[in-house]
């Protein structure tokens, strides 16, 4: 994404409260506010124009990061059918200051999010299918546009959920590619801004320590990772079959080590330097 000045105002001076977000040279405009504030978010003028919006929260029968992503020609009135819904805590909504966002456009944006959402893996995607709709190449093109600009905008607000868990091989430092082993197993990853992506192929050890029954956060970790498949149980190791995204190196560690592990010194380089190491330099 190319670089961007980015204009935050905080409504009533506090970052979790009402909030408002632009990009220079751009049309869109985003609202943004906790639950507890919803009538206040609606209050606001722009609820009343066309656009998408992003309802964000946990779910409460999974525990997960769950997200609806919606399309309405007036905000307002389309989210107030929400309130039935008890996952979300948090709304993002994005419109146009020049009130350009037709009835196909929207559609279109929403459609594009939904399946982006879906491809991230960082939530829960509560719709069934997105509508989407068919533009003509050049609003096509000007809505791709506004998209990338919401990408930009979303993660600011807290809401990641169009973050990819990873980054693309081309992407990708592959001098920065670290390895964590133990008992002859090894796991691969890389640093991201939200934590470590272990990678898919990487190994981890059969059974946890019996430390791990004191704090298990590891073993369910674990089990929550063999019920989404992408841990798979071997002869004598566990195989990550996808790559999966650590909110520390210390989780990731400890999940493959099967116990509490300082990930600081866990995880090494090429040079077989530890992260502790590299981050004092």
């Known amino acids: 994404m190319p670089s961007a000045t980015i204009k935050i105002f905080l ?50 029968e999974t525990g997960k990061v769950a997200v609806y992503i919606g399309e ?5 009135e389309r989210v107030k059918g929400h309130l039935d819904r008890d996952f979300w805590n948090h709304i993002a909504f994005f419109t146009s200051k020049d009130e350009n966002l037709t009835k196909a456009h929207i559609r279109y944006l929403e459609g594009r999010f939904i399946e982006q959402a879906k491809k991230a893996g960082r939530a829960e995607v ?8 068919k533009l003509p ?15 930009q905008l979303l993660p600011v607000l807290g809401v990641e959920v169009l973050v990819p868990t990873t980054s693309t091989v081309a992407s990708r430092n592959e001098t920065a590619t670290l390895s964590c082993e133990i008992k002859g197993f090894k796991a691969t990853g890389y640093l991201t801004p939200n934590g470590i992506v272990v990678l898919a192929g990487s190994q981890a050890v059969l059974n946890e320590r019996p430390s791990a029954q004191k704090y298990p956060w590891p073993i369910n970790m674990r089990q929550q990772l063999k019920d989404q498949g992408a841990l798979k149980e071997k002869t004598d190791h ?12 210390s989780a990731a560690a400890a999940v493959i080590h099967g116990g509490s592990a300082n990930g600081l010194t866990a995880w090494k380089n090429k040079a077989g330097k530890t992260l502790k190491d590299l981050e004092s330099v």
């Open 126 to 133: 509560k719709n069934n299918q997105g509508s989407g709709s």
């Open 11 to 60: 409504v009533h001076g506090d970052p979790k409260r009402l909030r408002t977000a632009e990009l220079s040279n751009w049309t869109g405009k985003a609202v943004a506010g906790p639950r507890s504030e919803f009538d206040n978010v609606l209050a606001r003028e722009e609820s009343q124009n066309s656009g998408v919006y992003f309802l964000t929260g946990i779910d409460p």
């Open 72 to 76: 309405a020609e007036s905000i307002s």
């Open 137 to 151: 190449e050049s609003d096509r093109e000007d809505m791709e546009i506004f998209l990338e600009k919401i990408h």
């Open 238 to 249: 566990l195989l990550f079959t996808k790559d999966i995204e650590f909110s520390s190196p």
